[in-house]
């Protein structure tokens, strides 16, 4: 089995642009989809990145995903903050029946 | 738009058993891959358990296996997880969630249903 490996928390400022990284510890990234979720507090997650770098329906195109074969890390990128932003952030990817979650990244919005 | 409810959750003491159900609506129950997720308080999420539309494929992580089984029953749209032997890393919110036919997604989640283990 493998992990998934993300900063504990970021920030930025309304405008900006924040990336969150997430490493995985073995076997390739591109072998399978990077998916990310946003949970804001009280709510329950939701998709906002699916297979790498396709956004659900109804989510932004301020939200981006890549992944990077020679850091073996998957980012999702964030552009012209906005304060509704702010949450916990966590991509997730899978292998044989085997579902793997980064431990979330805390964004938070200055 | 896809609704999932969960209940069963509650206060429990080590060694014990539970049982969640989570209730489908809004959509066709029977053609969606299920799973549990949870999150203990401070931790991130973790993927629980997952069975396919027709109970034929089913998988655990592997801190619940042999202790917790997940089941569904299409004619009622439920979802359920037995959880034997509880422990205290047990606690946590833990939700139902679909998964997408189209993209390897947890595609819809509930509110979650609290269990906290505790002597």
């Known amino acids: 089995n493998f992990m998934l490996t993300q900063p504990h928390s970021v920030s930025g400022s309304p405008g900006k642009t924040v990336t969150i990284s997430c490493t995985r510890s073995?076997?390739?990234?591109?072998?399978?989809?990077v998916q990310w979720y946003q949970q804001r507090p009280g709510s329950s997650p939701t998709p906002v990145i699916s297979?790498?770098?396709?956004?659900p329906s109804g989510v932004p195109d301020r939200f981006s995903g890549s992944i990077d074969g020679s850091s073996n890390s998957a980012s999702l990128t964030i552009s012209g903050l906005k304060t509704e932003d702010e949450a916990d952030y966590f991509c997730q990817s899978y292998d044989s029946n085997n579902y793997v979650f980064g431990g979330g990244t805390k964004l938070t919005v200055l | 738009e896809v609704q999932l409810v969960e209940s069963g959750g509650g206060l429990i003491q080590p060694g014990r058993s539970l049982r969640l159900s989570c209730e489908a609506s809004?959509?066709?129950?029977?053609?969606?891959?299920m799973h549990w997720v949870r999150r203990a308080p401070g931790k991130g999420l973790e993927w629980v358990a997952g069975i396919s539309s027709n109970s034929g494929d089913i998988g655990y992580a592997d801190s619940v296996k042999g202790r917790f089984t997940i089941s569904r029953d299409n004619a009622r749209n439920s979802l359920y997880l037995q959880m034997d032997s509880l422990t205290l890393e047990d606690t946590a919110l833990y939700y139902c969630?679909?998964?997408?036919?189209?993209?390897?997604?947890?595609?819809?989640w509930g509110q979650g249903t609290l269990v906290t283990v505790s002597s």
């Open positions: 969630a679909t998964y997408s036919h189209d993209h390897p997604l947890f595609e819809s």
């Open positions: 297979e790498d770098r396709q956004r």
């Open positions: 073995s076997g390739s990234i591109a072998s399978n989809y």
């Open positions: 809004r959509f066709t129950f029977d053609e969606y891959a």
